[in-house]
Nanobody, 122 residues
Framework: VQLQASGGGSVQPGGSLRLSCTTS????????IGWFRQAPGKEREGVSV????????YYADSVKGRFTISRDKPKNTVYLQMASLKPEDTAVYFC????????????????WGPGTLVTVSS
């Protein structure tokens, strides 16, 4: 079982990026997918989550109104569209799964993938 986050890169403040979370060989639609990030010298922070049943969503206050999480079932991919990026969004972003999970960031996410680096700088 492998989970892969991709789409990171360098962008100027105010710019946008779209992160993707996907797997090979098993379907994501039974899982809640959470996005987390960890900036240098800081603890890991929950960013957003999409539930397994009805695709309900939740966002941390720090990204609400700027980030959008969505699920593309035919492509077996969950996206995190990030807009109006700020320097404080700079971090390694990870996606993780919670089997039959809900739209909560404090549930048990059992499988984590390697992260993708997002750098917001002028």
């Amino acid at each position: 079982v492998q989970l892969q986050a991709s789409g990171g890169g360098s962008v100027q403040p105010g710019g946008s990026l779209r992160l993707s979370c996907t797997t090979s060989g098993w379907p994501l639609d039974r899982f809640a997918i959470g996005w987390f990030r960890q900036a240098p010298g800081k603890e890991r922070e929950g960013v957003s989550v999409i539930s397994s049943d009805d695709d309900s969503t939740y966002y941390a206050d720090s990204v609400k109104g700027r980030f959008t999480i969505s699920r593309d079932k035919p492509k077996n991919t969950v996206y995190l569209q990030m807009a109006s990026l700020k320097p404080e969004d700079t971090a390694v972003y990870f996606c993780a799964t919670a089997l039959y999970g809900t739209a909560r960031l404090d549930q048990d996410f059992g499988i984590w993938g390697p992260g993708t680096l997002v750098t917001v700088s002028s």
